[in-house]
């Protein structure tokens, strides 16, 4: 156990000195993967610290941009949660947005902003998937809004692959 623990400060220096001498997308890799170790064991300062050195050498990655959200979230910053998040979602403004949007929207959620995110969700509403996760997500935010009906509707039917809504089948 102790031999992991030293080795955590070999590694650091070793991507530290490659990040000094590397362009600006491996730097900023490299800072994202460093804050990601710290992110996992609790170093929320020293990993906002690293992902915004990884934003200054890649400001419009993906990744960078929703690790920095997660954080400002688990700060209870949940404003700057969804600018990053928002940021995100008008880089990416196809259907590769689904995990943002959900990111956003359980935000939303947690901080009791339900029209926001009801209004958030419906983007992914007409598309012919659903990503996992989606359709409790919608419904509880259709039930906070006073839509009880319609959550009970999407939590019954059924997506399938054409886009349409059917309804379940009974054996």
Not at 34 to 62: C, F, M, S, V, W
Not at 95 to 118: F, G, T, V
Request: hydrophobic share 40%; charged share 25%.
């Amino acid at each position: 156990m102790l031999k992991r623990f030293s080795l955590i400060p070999l590694v650091t220096l070793v991507l530290s000195g490659c990040a000094a001498t590397t362009e600006p997308p491996v730097r900023a890799w490299l800072s994202e993967q460093k804050a990601y170790a710290e992110i996992k064991q609790g170093h929320l300062e020293q990993a906002e610290t690293d992902l915004k050195k990884a934003l200054r050498d890649n400001p419009t990655d993906p990744t960078i941009l929703n690790n920095m959200a997660f954080i400002q979230f688990k700060e209870g910053e949940f404003q700057k949660a969804i600018g990053y998040l928002e940021q995100v979602r008008a880089l990416r403004s196809n259907d590769n947005d689904e995990p943002y949007i959900l990111n956003e929207a359980r935000i939303l959620i947690s901080s009791h902003h339900y029209r926001k995110a009801l209004t958030l969700l419906s983007l992914i509403e007409p598309r012919t998937k659903w990503p996992h996760g989606y359709r409790k997500m919608l419904a509880k935010a259709l039930i906070h809004n006073g839509k009880n009906a319609k959550a009970l509707a999407i939590l019954l039917e059924k997506h399938d692959e054409a886009g349409m809504m059917t309804q379940p089948t009974t054996h």
